[in-house]
């Protein structure tokens, strides 16, 4: 229980060798502080990839508002730039770290269709992805020989899968057994089905007129924010055909799941958001 101001002791009671101790003790503490302010220090010792001051919420579920519902699977993808963040996202500052931990904030879909809401939203990516919903991160490294475009990206290790469905609605951070990384590493999302951890503007739906709901604020989200897929040039557009199946490039579309296999990331995609984060720390 923290003292109150009535039971402070007064001045004369203080001992020469008690106030000696006080100050020693003092100093300790102030000389102890100066190390884990140096030691946990954002630029140091640790740095949580993925943090933004321009916090967005997932699309899908009740909360969302005029938003399409919109998720992303079968693929693995890292965030480059986002609104409220300088540089890119996901790149290691550390010569040597491991990545202890990460999270995703995901949306909590429709289970059934909704007068209100509209149709389901869970089936359907069921029907479209697989189920359950589930996630890992991966940590890639650039192939720098052979071509440059579009990049290659080695998988050097990963974390275990985590089923998502019950965590629906939440930010959810998981503790992982420590993952060796170096300065360049990328921690990149891996989604073998699919997570509703996606967001996209409202300002780029399209309008019932035509074009876009607010094509200034579209273009402005698009400069912004930036992410990286493992599909192939050319199969970038991932959605149905007219007899609602997987188009092609969503059957082509694979995540990067061998360890040490290289993989071309042949997609490049505007306004949008993959909301995961992920903690390094400084060896």
Not at 193 to 211: D, I, K
């Amino acid at each position: 229980m923290a003292e109150s101001r009535s039971q402070r002791v007064s001045r004369p009671a203080l001992r020469v060798g008690a106030l000696l101790a006080a100050i020693l003790g003092l100093l300790a503490c102030l000389s102890f502080a100066g190390v884990f302010s140096q030691a946990d220090g954002k630029s140091n010792r640790r740095v949580l990839l993925g943090a933004t001051k321009n916090r967005v919420t997932p699309n899908c579920g009740t909360k969302v508002g005029p938003r399409a519902c919109v998720a992303e699977g079968k693929i693995t993808g890292f965030q480059v730039f986002q609104k409220g963040s300088q540089g890119k996202n996901f790149i290691v500052p550390f010569n040597k770290g491991k990545v202890i931990a990460w999270s995703i904030q995901l949306s909590n879909p429709l289970k059934k269709d909704s007068q209100k809401y509209g149709p389901a939203q869970q089936p359907y990516f069921n029907m479209l992805f697989g189920k359950p919903s589930k996630a890992r991160i991966s940590i890639l490294r650039k192939v720098k020989n052979g071509p440059k475009y579009p990049p290659r990206y080695r998988l050097i290790r990963a974390s275990g899968t985590q089923l998502l469905n019950r965590y629906f609605g939440t930010e959810i951070k998981f503790a992982i057994k420590p993952l060796n990384v170096i300065k360049g590493d990328i921690v990149a999302l891996t989604i073998p089905t699919w997570a509703p951890a996606f967001w996209v503007p409202y300002a780029c739906n399209n309008s019932p007129s035509g074009g876009l709901v607010n094509p200034a604020r579209c273009a402005n989200a698009r400069k912004y924010n930036t992410w990286r897929g493992s599909r192939a040039p050319g199969l970038c557009g991932i959605g149905t055909d007219a007899f609602d199946r997987p188009n092609e490039a969503l059957q082509k579309s694979h995540p990067q799941q061998k360890v040490n296999s290289t993989k071309r990331y042949g997609c490049y995609y505007d306004a949008g958001r993959l909301l995961y984060k992920a903690t390094v720390v400084a060896r």
